[in-house]
């Protein structure tokens, strides 16, 4: 009970008049100061600590997810302040679903009010000129939760100052299985625009490589046998045009064979000659075309990865939150403050040493590039 009512005493100080005004002129001003330094385009929340906040504070879990929703708020208002272009949120898991049907009720429920409420003409996405995009497995969502929150994406859809992507419901590793089945689809049937075969890939040097070694080992081989075997005759010799093409699998599995039975003195392997397919498979794209990008363009986060990840309650784990999106950039931040609690005082200190870094990373750039040049 003394934490609670530290708690309301600490608010109630803070509600007072000449407190409100001093702190709110204070947190201009460090957010001001913010704006003179890099800020990062892009910066993803896990908000945990809700359902502890409301345990410690001897309240419902459902009050807990309510005061998450006005530190999401708070947040958002330093992000959009400063400078900050994108903020990923994750706010439902699909492992969620595994919680009381109640609270899973109570959030879908809250999901639907507070979108709509933070839509509306005059509050936090129309001063700020933010749109909402709601990313996840929409299947898992009840009908009526998904017309709100599409409410909401319709209503900020002219917004184009900042994006909040609001991660509902949703798994990393479902939107990297998502992405590589989209993949699959797209690439499984013809498309004109798609090349078929490139001129120079992996597979074809390789195959090319491997070739000419099956050859020279072949030439080899028959230079080593005795005269006598020569003027038999038991064996017609293979002229080159025959042994040059060849299919992919004879070249395969001769390769796949140890050594010892390549030089042996056995006869010239015989290769077949290669035919050429006239199915639809020889339409389809070339697979080697398949890069990062063409999975990043199936997922559900289309926006740059996020350069900062921030974690409340003390956890460090990501919790399979936007494991493509991380990369070598992402610095991953772990509070030990429950998400209700987080503010402008928890999350100052974070993009100031954000910022540190970048700094000290491109003065060491320029130092770099600077020695090059006297080189």
Known sequence: MSTAHTSALRRWLLSLPPLEYALQHI????????????????????????????????????????????ALARVLE????????????????????????????????????????????GELFDRYGASVRILGDRSLVREDVLEQVDKAVEMTQHNDQAVLNVCFPYTGREEIARSIQETVREWSTSSPGQPTKRPFSESHIQRNIRSTQLLSSVAEEEAQQPLSSKEDGASAPTSDAESTEMSEQDLDSSFQQPPSSQTSHSPSPNLKPVTRKTSNSTHL???????????????????????????TSGVNRLSDF??????????VKFLDCLWPEFDLWYFLPVLVEWQWRQKKKGNHQSGGNADVKIV
């Open 78 to 121: 330093v992000c959009y302040k400063s400078g900050v272009k994108y903020v990923t949120i994750y706010a439902f898991s699909i492992e969620n679903f595994k919680r009381s049907k109640y609270e899973v009720e109570g959030l879908m429920d809250m999901a639907k009010t507070k979108l709509v409420q933070m839509s509306q003409h």
């Open 322 to 331: 936007m494991l493509w999106q991380c990369h070598e950039d992402t610095e």
């Open 27 to 70: 947190r201009e001003l460090l957010i001001g100061s913010l704006k003179c330094g890099p800020i990062p385009k892009h910066i993803a929340f896990i908000m945990d600590g809700n359902r502890r906040w409301a345990r410690t504070h001897h309240l419902e879990t459902v009050e807990g997810h309510h005061m998450g929703f006005e």
């Open 285 to 311: 794209p070339d697979p080697e075309t398949i890069t990062a990008s063409t999975l990043t363009k199936n997922t559900y986060i289309n926006c740059p990865p996020p350069e900062l990840l921030i974690r």
